[in-house]
């Protein structure tokens, strides 16, 4: 809404108000972003809005109450095999729980979530280090710190399952997961990850093997942190990557 630029919040609104007059009888949440009303009042399912600069992902995310019915709607709710974005179920956003799980189709025309899968290049990381993924109530940027391929279901691992879709855990659980995920990421973005941070999700199909999944899993900025990344810092990893058996048997 470039339209809104440089304005108040209060002159947002109003300005807003007098290009859609029937968003007047909309009630909107306490606190949601002027930015953000035009999705709200065609879904009030959105829960926020992804996007990754110089990609297609650019898109609003819903939320239902389960996690199915996204996966063959669209944000509209029309019955569609692209799906929508969206996010877990189990999911707050005010505020954000420890850990936010977002999903999306990995589409053969680069739609949805196509666009992670370049994320196993190192060099694909370098050029796109940051998400900036916002609730209805605050903008947030996100840095990239991990990029992992596992298993979607005990099914494909011999009953094992790398559990990536909790939202909390324990101080101690949160600590064991950041172990694993230091064995499994494909590279060093350089980003560090603290038990106190709070992380997103974003999970895909990938085919490495049957019922694979590639997460790009990044970290909400800190106070009064810069949202620069020293991509000079970025590396391949000395040590081997951790998967799934199923890596290795398929």
């Not at 953000?36 to 297609?56: C, D, F, H, M, W």
């Not at 729980?97 to 999306?104: A, E, P, S, W």
């Not at 659980?173 to 064995?183: G, P, R």
Request: hydrophobic share 30%; aromatic share 16%; proline share 4%.
């Amino acid at each position: 809404m470039s339209e809104l630029e440089n304005l108040s919040e209060e002159e947002d609104w109003a300005y807003l108000y007098k290009e859609y007059p029937e968003l007047v009888n909309v009630k909107f949440p306490t606190g949601i972003l002027c930015d953000y009303a035009l999705y709200y009042s065609n879904n009030p399912q959105t829960v926020g809005y992804l996007k990754i600069e110089g990609t297609k992902i650019d898109t609003p995310v819903v939320q239902a109450d389960n996690n199915k019915y996204y996966l063959n709607h669209d944000f509209y709710g029309k019955p569609t095999s692209y799906g929508a974005v969206y996010a877990s179920y189990k999911n707050s956003f005010a505020p954000f729980d420890r850990n936010t799980i977002l999903y999306g189709h990995n589409m053969n025309d680069g739609s949805r979530f196509a666009a992670l899968l370049n994320y196993k290049s190192l060099d694909y990381f370098k050029k796109h280090p940051t998400i900036q993924f916002d609730s209805l109530f605050e903008k947030n940027t996100w840095k990239i710190y991990a990029v992992i391929i596992t298993n979607g279901s005990t099914e494909s691992d011999d009953g094992y399952f790398f559990d990536f879709t909790f939202n909390h855990c324990s101080d101690a659980c949160y600590e064991e997961y950041i172990a694993e995920l230091e064995k499994r990421k494909l590279y060093d973005t350089g980003v560090d990850l603290l038990p106190t941070d709070t992380i997103v999700t974003l999970c895909t199909c990938t085919y490495e093997y049957d019922d694979a999944r590639l997460l790009v899993i990044a970290r909400k900025l800190r106070e009064g942190e810069s949202p620069e990344v020293d991509t000079n810092l970025a590396k391949m990893k000395s040590t081997p990557v951790k998967y799934p058996d199923s890596y290795y048997s398929d």
